[in-house]
């Protein structure tokens, strides 16, 4: 419901699928705006500086009165307002409560639909495609999450103990940014390298949700470069679990990791759905997975992996970049 744009150009908007367990499968909500008398999905534009996911979970909770879990990303819908481009970003949103709705100044009726009385009441023919994305897959996942610390200061003669070395002050500021993101996956188990610059990446998560702050040396530099295929064979008994995790560590560990997921037949390949996992909500593009593979995260970043848990085997369902 917000009014405000980030800047002259495009419209940034974002919003989610939000859906719940029915007797029959999944249902989604979809509002009714009385003044368009449009059905769509819960969404709206940012705030100056507001990060997309922040916005989706303040316009879910906005207009629905629902607090939402989100997880995979689906296709964003572009087109344009009164001569303007405007882009929305989507997720997928799962209520974790049963509230009544109250009407608001922006929606005066939500109502919860199976697929296809979804797909006929929509208003918009681009929602289709979200839709279509959304029940493509399994609707139930855990995120798997590959987090690369936050910017971190230089290495150097004053930190003569890598893993002593801290975060830079942009690094604490991603790392408080990084909190309400990662919150928006629900409550995740975090595991850390113990290097002070990965704890201090995920603390303002476990602070801000109460949760407990594993370490393990497996996920350090120093013994990736004694055993690189170790971390893969960590990754994988991790997957196994079924749990959803934050996983904290460097940047060679993740470009090892997330190669594997992506081409590892114990980590994903074989268990695909489809031709294979949805990338930042797109459908599998073996160019894009090829680039994926061969790209190093920036410090801050994060790969989102989206397994399903109701299946009778845990497929790659989704892998998503998660930015400060």
């Known amino acids: 419901m917000a009014t405000h744009m980030i800047d002259s150009g495009r419209i940034k908007a974002a919003g989610a699928l939000l859906w719940r367990d029915g007797a029959h499968g999944p249902e989604i909500a979809l509002i009714h705006r009385e003044r ?112 690369r610390h936050a910017k971190a200061e230089h290495r150097g003669p004053l930190y003569r103990d890598d893993l002593a070395r801290p975060l830079a002050p942009h690094g604490r500021q991603q790392a408080l940014s990084l909190a309400e993101l990662l ?24 602070d801000l949700r109460a949760l407990t702050l594993e370490t393990d ?21 991790l997957v196994a679990r079924r749990e959803g995790t934050v996983v904290c560590t460097h ?19 074989s268990v695909r759905l489809d031709d294979g996992p949805t990338l930042q909500g797109k459908p599998w593009d073996p160019a894009t997975a090829d680039q994926w593979a061969n790209e190093s995260i920036a410090p801050g970043g994060a790969w989102v992996l989206h397994f399903a848990v109701d299946t009778d085997r845990t497929g790659l369902v989704a892998v998503d970049k998660l930015k400060p």
């Open 251 to 269: 940047g060679p560990l993740l470009d090892e990791l997330i190669a594997a997921v992506l081409y590892s037949p114990d980590l994903g390949g």
């Open 217 to 237: 040396a497996a996920l350090t530099e120093q013994s990736y470069v004694h055993a690189p295929r170790a971390v893969v064979a960590w990754l994988k008994d």
């Open 36 to 147: 368009y008398d449009d059905w769509s999905f819960p969404k709206g534009k940012a705030e100056p500086g507001e990060h997309a996911l922040v916005t989706a979970l303040r316009e879910v909770q906005e207009e629905t009165g629902h607090r939402a879990v989100f997880g995979r990303r689906l296709p964003n819908t572009e087109y344009e307002v009164l001569g303007r481009p405007k882009r929305v970003r989507y997720w997928a949103g799962r209520s974790v409560e049963e509230v009544e709705f109250t009407p608001n100044e922006e929606v005066d009726r939500l109502e919860w639909f199976g697929p296809e009385a979804a797909a006929a009441r929509l208003t918009n023919p681009l929602d289709h495609g979200v839709l279509e994305v959304f029940l493509a897959a399994p609707a139930h996942t855990f995120p798997v999450i590959l987090q």
């Open 183 to 206: 919150a928006g996956y629900g409550r995740l188990r975090v595991v850390s390298s113990p290097a002070v610059r990965c704890v201090a990446t995920v603390r303002p998560y476990t």
